[in-house]
């Protein structure tokens, strides 16, 4: 398997997605699901396939692409073991951004029900661009007040979320709602609205694997290796920001994929960087789509909120790799 | 002064953060603020003809059409369950969520889960009902995601008046073709509260109350503010809701300002919770209040107030009973 990256990543990746088709409420035998993709199957499964399966499918694989990906590209940037995707502001942003559209008595229609993602996306990002500019020194942003200023940012915005959804009860059940699960329910608008920034993102972020490598180094090495640091940083924090942004906007706020996959990645298959992002990128997926099986069908036809999940069978996981792996000196 | 306004702000703003989430469906009533209701449910009118389709406009403005009276409802709220075994058409149930509970029948039916605020689409979808009843404990984005996958969906909103009440009555009559019986159902409820409106006319001395929601955190219990209508139904029994004083429909009283009012009655509505009576008198600061001395304090079944079905008038009398136990024994 560890000679294969690639191939054994795209395999589990493939698994996974067969397996997010087939299980749910109904269960979708393989010959099924190529029927109903072929326009063949019974006129329950091809609803059940076309309307709710697959966008979902699709959309948490796109999420836990840009958890995974940003989260290693996190990883490397601030050289922190502990970094993940929401470590300055995303996720509290957007919740800030979902909450407060949320007092807003939107009418049923097309924008009134993509109000919220939209807000959640625009708040994520104004969360971390402010960040950016309260952590600026001169030229610069060191990572060390990045990480202060994300921090404090964070906690300033949960606890506006809490005030907001506190003062407006009549649309708490709407806000907790978004919080656990997102907005899976709109289907393939979901999936079309996030596609762009994902491709984007996580464009920039797979081409930037050996600018990642440099800057391990430290900056001032890095530096002097040619690689402009102020800005290769940039670049990968609004790509990054993008991708997650915009994951974020959509699925919900979902904990742990992004901090574990990058570390499992790397682990499994070393610390380069130019293959870490793309195989964080499909393992993110991976690991979420399981995850939301897992959801699915512990308390059928109850379903969990998927971070729940991501941490209850990741932590063990992640903590059985890092017992059998037994390596040193990955950092 | 400013920076000290600010730290303050900050500090207040933090401690806000850190109260417990009302999450759990359980604990908090679904009925909103008076303000933040959409609009009014209102069917349009009655067929002309006993073949022709039935037409209503919903809570979120939709339109809603109906062949003919539908004969396979699932329900996504347990209030709406409670509808539809009372105007007698709880054999056209196929399907209900978690949580209905009442009547003791509607364990029979198939649960679509639904405990997290997600409802499982691919549950319903296979119970292929003609007739899909949300609520406003369910949100816009789960209406959406039903009605393109082809179902009818009726979002009902919360009644605000007993009189809105019996008119919701009537429409289920008219979604299930009981008309006779939801009439005469609405009648006779509200000919129940015109019997407890006539009691309470003639009462002077009107109890102050303390409905405690949620008392998991015995310094600042959750209770009832302005609005709601387990407020309006105290003072339709002949009371004065304590809660009445906050600026939220459901909120934390301090338990000092519990002790300033010194309610004369004690509502338990977290009994099914693990609270009981004699827990009380054992909480700091409570054993001096002339309810707990004499020893007025009631367990109150949460469930006929937090949820909007006809079961808010046996709510009524059931207060009435508490409030003023002499006027029951009159009638």
């Given at each position: 398997m560890r000679r294969y990256p690639f191939l054994s990543s795209f395999l589990l990746l493939a698994l996974a997605l067969l397996l997010s088709l087939a299980i749910g409420s109904v269960f979708l035998p393989l010959r099924d699901i190529f029927a109903s993709l072929q326009g063949n199957g019974s006129d329950l499964a091809e609803n059940i396939l076309w309307k709710i399966r697959l966008p979902r499918t699709v959309l948490i694989a796109l999420t836990g692409m840009a958890l995974g990906g940003s989260g290693a590209a996190y990883q490397g940037l601030f050289r922190n073991p502990l970094a993940d995707p929401y470590l300055i502001g995303i996720a509290s942003g957007a919740g800030l951004g979902a909450v407060v559209s949320m007092t807003v008595q939107w009418s049923y229609s097309f924008w009134g029900l993509m109000a919220i993602p939209l807000s959640a996306f625009v708040g994520a990002l104004l969360t971390v661009t402010f960040v950016y500019f309260l952590a600026r020194v001169g030229q610069t942003a060191p990572v060390t007040n990045l990480i202060l200023a994300g921090v404090a940012v964070s906690s300033f915005a949960t606890s506006l979320m809490s005030f907001i959804m506190l003062r407006s009860d009549g649309e708490l059940r709407r806000a907790m709602s978004w919080l656990m699960g997102g907005a899976i329910q709109l289907g393939w608008t979901s999936v079309l609205a996030m596609l762009p920034y994902l491709i984007l993102g996580l464009g920039t972020l797979s081409l930037h694997g050996h600018a990642l490598n440099v800057l391990q180094f430290g900056d001032e090495q890095a530096q002097q290796l040619g690689l402009n640091v102020q800005r290769t940083k940039q670049v990968i924090l609004v790509a990054s920001s993008l991708a997650t942004a915009a994951a974020v906007a959509f699925a919900g706020i979902i904990g742990f994929v992004g901090l574990v996959v990058p570390h499992i990645m790397r682990l499994w298959f070393g610390g380069d960087y130019r293959r870490l992002i793309p195989l964080s990128i499909l393992g993110g997926a991976t690991a979420l789509l399981v995850s939301d099986v897992i959801a699915r069908v512990v308390l059928a036809p109850q379903e969990l909120p998927v971070g729940i999940v991501t941490a209850l069978a990741g932590a063990p996981f992640f903590l059985w790799i890092l017992r059998r792996t037994k390596t040193q000196g990955l950092w | 002064?400013?920076?000290?306004?600010?730290?303050?702000?900050?500090?207040?703003?933090?401690?806000?953060?850190?109260?417990?989430?009302?999450?759990?469906?359980?604990?908090?009533?679904?009925?909103?603020?008076?303000?933040?209701?959409?609009?009014?449910?209102?069917?349009?009118?009655?067929?002309?003809?006993?073949?022709?389709?039935?037409?209503?406009?919903?809570?979120?403005?939709?339109?809603?059409?109906?062949?003919?009276?539908?004969?396979?409802?699932?329900?996504?709220?347990?209030?709406?369950?409670?509808?539809?075994?009372?105007?007698?058409?709880?054999?056209?149930?196929?399907?209900?969520?978690?949580?209905?509970?009442?009547?003791?029948?509607?364990?029979?039916?198939?649960?679509?889960?639904?405990?997290?605020?997600?409802?499982?689409?691919?549950?319903?979808?296979?119970?292929?009902?003609?007739?899909?009843?949300?609520?406003?404990?369910?949100?816009?984005?789960?209406?959406?995601?039903?009605?393109?996958?082809?179902?009818?969906?009726?979002?009902?909103?919360?009644?605000?008046?007993?009189?809105?009440?019996?008119?919701?009555?009537?429409?289920?009559?008219?979604?299930?073709?009981?008309?006779?019986?939801?009439?005469?159902?609405?009648?006779?409820?509200?000919?129940?509260?015109?019997?407890?409106?006539?009691?309470?006319?003639?009462?002077?001395?009107?109890?102050?109350?303390?409905?405690?929601?949620?008392?998991?955190?015995?310094?600042?219990?959750?209770?009832?503010?302005?609005?709601?209508?387990?407020?309006?139904?105290?003072?339709?029994?002949?009371?004065?809701?304590?809660?009445?004083?906050?600026?939220?429909?459901?909120?934390?009283?301090?338990?000092?300002?519990?002790?300033?009012?010194?309610?004369?009655?004690?509502?338990?509505?977290?009994?099914?919770?693990?609270?009981?009576?004699?827990?009380?008198?054992?909480?700091?600061?409570?054993?001096?209040?002339?309810?707990?001395?004499?020893?007025?304090?009631?367990?109150?079944?949460?469930?006929?107030?937090?949820?909007?079905?006809?079961?808010?008038?046996?709510?009524?009398?059931?207060?009435?009973?508490?409030?003023?136990?002499?006027?029951?024994?009159?009638q």
């Open positions: - | 002064m400013f920076r000290k306004t600010l730290v303050l702000t900050l500090l207040i703003a933090l401690l806000i953060g850190c109260a417990p989430a009302p999450s759990s469906e359980g604990t908090l009533p679904t009925t909103p603020a008076v303000d933040s209701a959409p609009t009014e449910v209102a069917a349009t009118e009655a067929p002309t003809d006993e073949a022709a389709a039935l037409t209503f406009t919903d809570g979120l403005g939709r339109e809603v059409t109906l062949a003919a009276p539908a004969q396979r409802i699932v329900t996504l709220a347990p209030s709406l369950t409670e509808f539809v075994f009372a105007v007698g058409a709880g054999e056209q149930l196929v399907g209900r969520d978690e949580l209905s509970d009442y009547p003791a029948e509607a364990a029979d039916v198939a649960s679509i889960g639904s405990t997290f605020g997600a409802v499982n689409s691919e549950a319903i979808l296979a119970l292929e009902p003609d007739l899909v009843l949300a609520a406003e404990i369910n949100t816009p984005e789960q209406v959406q995601e039903l009605e393109s996958l082809g179902l009818t969906v009726y979002y009902l909103s919360n009644p605000l008046t007993y009189d809105e009440l019996y008119e919701q009555v009537n429409l289920f009559g008219q979604f299930t073709g009981h008309e006779e019986e939801a009439a005469a159902l609405a009648e006779s409820l509200a000919a129940r509260v015109e019997a407890v409106e006539s009691a309470v006319a003639t009462v002077t001395e009107k109890p102050t109350v303390f409905y405690e929601i949620d008392g998991t955190d015995p310094a600042k219990p959750w209770t009832t503010g302005p609005g709601t209508f387990m407020d309006t139904m105290i003072s339709m029994a002949g009371g004065v809701n304590i809660g009445g004083v906050l600026s939220d429909s459901f909120a934390q009283i301090s338990v000092e300002e519990i002790a300033a009012q010194d309610p004369n009655i004690i509502l338990l509505g977290d009994t099914l919770y693990g609270v009981t009576i004699e827990s009380i008198a054992e909480r700091a600061g409570w054993a001096d209040l002339t309810a707990v001395k004499e020893g007025r304090i009631f367990a109150f079944d949460d469930n006929l107030a937090s949820r909007p079905s006809p079961r808010l008038v046996d709510g009524l009398e059931e207060l009435l009973k508490v409030l003023h136990p002499e006027l029951v024994v009159s």
